[in-house]
């Protein structure tokens, strides 16, 4: 809450300094609303009111300041100003002469008091005085001047500062500035006019004063000390705005900070470690409410195979950074940095349980593709692992044999629970993959007997039984057309193999039971529907050119011949036929 209100009230503040009264007023509402209680809020909302001529609420505002800090004179000269621009002079000779009690060598309540003595004599019955007396009179003229981007910079500068206190003392000292270019140009902000602000020399008359004693002023400049009721006056802050000696160090201190940490990226880049983290350490001993500091020292540590070092600068960072409400991105990225610690701990104590434990607990805060890439490396490395331990091809094969002796006994359940050990001892077997698809296959598991079946393959391309277990899947799944080609392609390894070729033949003789009508309308509409449902058989039918070559075969026999010397075409159409989606009579 109260960082939320330092951030409010520099807004108000920087908008203050660029004359947007305005958004000041509601930055320094903002703060308000988060810190009731802070009289400096009350005191910069009040100058910013009475930037904008609204008096009646920046007295408002004074006064709760007053009320909140009764010892703080800068809260009686926001009340006196506010009071002046109200025109109640004696109002305003009252709470100046308080700041002063608490503060009596305080220059901008001995000028306020000034301006407020002055106006109860214009009260008394000195007459009106004239619009050019009242443009230089009160708190307005400088409020006006700080507004205005034309003379704003001007109060910066000491000699226009105090040009304009002479001025406003008395108004008929104006004859003696007309020379200066600034002081015509605020003459004119404060009468709301635009000068022309070139010299005489450039072809413009300046108002006021007759030829000689423009002359004269031009060759005897006033010597101000020398002339009767004057009185050097000291140059005033022309921010009204109230920077604490906290602010001030604050600001110095993240100054100081931003630099060690630069100077620790810098470091870290050129992999000078222990520089590195000197810097870091300093960055964390000015400002402990950033956690990034803390991330990249663990990083360092990281670098330098310290991690033991890293994991506890991670779990800082999550710790402070719960405390602080920081965003979840930063506490994500302090445990993915403690999850890779962890990660290369594990390859010595072989346990990545922690390790993926932290990454699942970074994704929580936030899905970064990064870290679930770290968590999948972990896992794989923590299976990797466990398969390693558990690998014992002797094992392997005594299991493999009781699965065999089960399979002989018709037991296919225990059959898979032995063959899936055995693959647990020795995952790189084909003769175990083999064996169970076919216990797949007599349990009507038949997606499984298949994955089985290609695993094996894949092991070991030469192995016949692979082909076998496959295309005896396929064919129970009534995929003949696949089924064919299995068989095939493992006669390519063992022309002679008898199961390969029986596959073959009971595959021919499905196909061509299909081809001539031969199938039963419970056999054909199951087929049908069976090929329906392959991607290949959807593509040829929803393919236009076979849509063509299908319809010539019905109507065009003639052009039908055509067609059949395409072995592309015919392909398709040993499909369709097999699927029995196509009958030949």
């Known amino acids: 809450m109260a960082a939320a209100a330092d951030e409010a009230k520099s807004k108000g503040n920087a908008a203050f300094a660029a004359g947007n009264f305005t958004d000041a007023v509601r930055h320094f509402t903002e703060a308000i609303n988060l810190s009731p209680n802070n009289h400096v809020l009350y005191s910069n909302r009040s100058a910013a009111y009475a930037s904008l001529n609204k008096f009646s609420e920046a007295l408002i505002d004074a006064e709760k300041t007053v009320e909140l800090k009764p010892d703080w004179s800068k809260g009686y000269s926001r009340v006196g100003a506010a009071y002046l621009g109200l025109n109640n002079y004696n109002d305003a000779v009252l709470a100046y002469r308080k700041g002063l009690k608490i503060d009596p060598n305080n220059e901008m309540l001995k000028s306020g008091l000034s301006d407020a003595q002055s106006g109860q004599g214009r009260g008394r019955g000195r007459g009106p005085s004239s619009s050019f007396g009242d443009a230089f009179s009160g708190p307005e003229m400088w409020a006006k001047l700080t507004s205005d981007p034309r003379t704003r910079t001007y109060l910066q500068q000491q000699d226009f500062v105090r040009m ?34 070139r010299t005489p020399e450039e072809g413009v008359k300046m108002p006021g004063g007759s030829p000689e004693r423009k002359r004269r002023a031009e060759s005897e400049p006033v010597k101000e000390e020398k002339r009767a009721g004057y009185k050097a006056q000291p140059v005033p802050q022309p921010e009204p705005v109230e920077v604490s000696e906290e602010e001030k160090e604050l600001k110095e201190r993240k100054v100081l900070v931003l630099k060690e940490k630069e100077a620790g990226n810098v470091a870290y880049k050129k992999k000078d470690f222990e520089n590195a983290v000197q810097l870091y350490s300093k960055a964390i001993e000015l400002d402990d409410a950033d956690i990034s500091f803390l991330t990249n020292r663990a990083a360092v540590f990281l670098e330098m195979g310290k991690y033991e070092d890293c994991m506890k600068d991670c779990d800082k960072a999550v710790e402070r950074g719960r405390e602080l409400r920081s965003d979840y991105k930063m506490i994500a990225r302090a445990l993915t940095r403690k999850g890779t610690a962890l990660v290369k701990m594990a390859k010595i104590s072989k346990d990545y349980e922690p390790a993926i434990e932290t990454f699942q607990k970074a994704l929580t805060e936030h899905r970064n593709p990064e870290t679930l890439k770290k968590l999948n490396e972990a896992e794989k490395a923590k299976k990797e692992l466990e398969q390693q331990e558990y690998f014992d091809p002797q094992v392997a094969d005594e299991e493999r044999e009781k699965g065999n002796q089960f399979f002989k006994e018709q037991k296919y359940p225990e059959a898979v629970s032995r063959y899936t050990e055995s693959l647990r001892r020795n995952p790189k077997d084909p003769r175990t993959y083999s064996n169970r698809a076919a216990c797949y296959t007599k349990l009507g598991a038949l997606p499984e007997g298949l994955k089985d079946a290609e695993k094996c393959i894949e092991l070991d391309p030469t192995f016949a039984k692979g082909y076998t277990r496959k295309g005896a899947v396929q064919f129970f799944m009534k995929e003949f057309e696949n089924a064919m080609e299995t068989y095939q392609a493992g006669l390519k390894y063992d022309p002679q193999n008898q199961e390969l070729l029986d596959g073959v033949r009971r595959c021919v003789e499905q196909m061509k039971k299909a081809s001539h009508g031969d199938l039963t309308p419970e056999e054909l509409k199951e087929r049908r529907a069976k090929g329906m449902q392959d991607p290949e058989i959807q593509n040829i039918l929803t393919d236009p050119v076979m849509g063509q070559v299908l319809g010539d075969f019905q109507e065009n026999p003639k052009a039908a011949q055509k067609h059949m010397k395409n072995p592309l075409v015919m392909n398709k159409i040993k499909k369709l036929i097999s699927a029995g989606i196509l009958q030949v009579k």
């Open 164 to 197: 304009m206190q002479d001025i406003q003392k008395n108004p008929n000292n104006l004859n003696f500035y007309m020379k200066d270019q600034r002081v015509m140009q605020a003459f004119g902000v404060l009468l709301g006019m635009k000068w022309d602000t």
